[in-house]
């Protein structure tokens, strides 16, 4: 079954990031504007004679445009398939190896993190667990790195049959935190800002009178507790710096950030779903 999982997923990567590339470079295709321009063409048609050169060219156009049009239309529907293979094979097999002996291909964790992300990256970030297609940074303790590649996989498997439309835990991960007001503002500063941030910045960042430097560090140490959050919404990056998590990431793209509108990459959008979220 492993070697199975590391071979259909970087089979799975590697299609689904060309097929995205292709369909990206049709973007200037779009299948109404070629509907569109079908129509005015078959419009002028009806207008010139028919045994005519000119009425065989528009003729001919037609054809190539109808043509064009199932084929940009066959190749997203070759797109979606291929995302949605990648997402089952993910929800029903993922894994990673604490040892490091077998490793995601880079162009599974690509893809992966794309669909889930909304953001192409080249590693997989947990509290206490990078995965990369070169390494796997986790606890030396065995029995700990077990735990903590468990809770990974677990994630990522649920991640995906979210993004299925299937049942998942993402929904109750996600009121879990936005009932607990304090704990919310930290872990929304720090996903909305994306960056590595302290206490101190954190507060900062929050900019309300009441916080300071000690009340961001004891709801940032809060958020890592055992007995709170199984899967970590953010991560210790090194001592007294945090960073969001990939659990993080995913919650608030999937619930923070549809609440805005026209979303796109860009850092307002994640500052406007921070406003919406913290005055509720």
Not at 97 to 126: C, M, W
Not at 167 to 185: D, G
């Amino acid at each position: 079954m492993s070697e199975s999982f590391y071979e259909k997923s970087q089979q799975l990567g590697t299609d689904f990031l060309s097929l995205r590339e292709r369909v990206q470079s049709e973007q200037a295709l779009e299948t109404k504007e070629v509907e569109n321009t079908i129509k005015k063409l078959e419009k002028k048609l009806h207008k010139v004679p028919e045994k005519s050169v000119l009425h065989t060219r528009i003729q001919e156009q037609i054809e190539r445009l109808r043509k064009q049009g199932e084929e940009t239309r066959g190749l997203k529907r070759n797109f979606t398939k291929t995302k949605d293979q990648l997402l089952e094979l993910t929800a029903n097999l993922f894994e990673i190896d604490p040892n490091g002996d077998k490793k995601l291909s880079q162009v599974y964790i690509r893809a992966l993190t794309s669909i889930l992300l909304g953001k192409e990256r080249t590693q997989l970030e947990f509290h206490e667990c990078v995965v990369s297609s070169n390494n796997i940074d986790i606890v030396e303790d065995k029995i700990r790195a077990l735990m903590i590649s468990a809770n990974v996989c677990e994630f990522i498997q649920q991640a995906a049959r979210e993004k299925l439309g299937q049942e998942s835990i993402v929904a109750e991960l996600w009121s879990r935190i936005a009932k607990n007001k304090q704990m919310f503002k930290v872990y929304s500063t720090l996903a909305a800002s994306g960056k590595i941030m302290n206490a101190r910045e954190v507060s900062s960042a929050i900019g309300e009178k009441e916080w300071n430097r000690v009340k961001a560090k004891d709801n940032l140490k809060t958020l890592l507790r055992e007995d709170l959050f199984e899967h970590k919404l953010i991560r210790r990056v090194e001592k007294g710096k945090y960073q969001v998590s990939d659990v993080g990431r995913f919650l608030w793209s999937e619930y923070a950030l549809t609440k805005t509108e026209n979303i796109s990459d860009k850092e307002e959008d994640s500052q406007v779903a921070l406003n919406i979220w913290t005055r509720s």
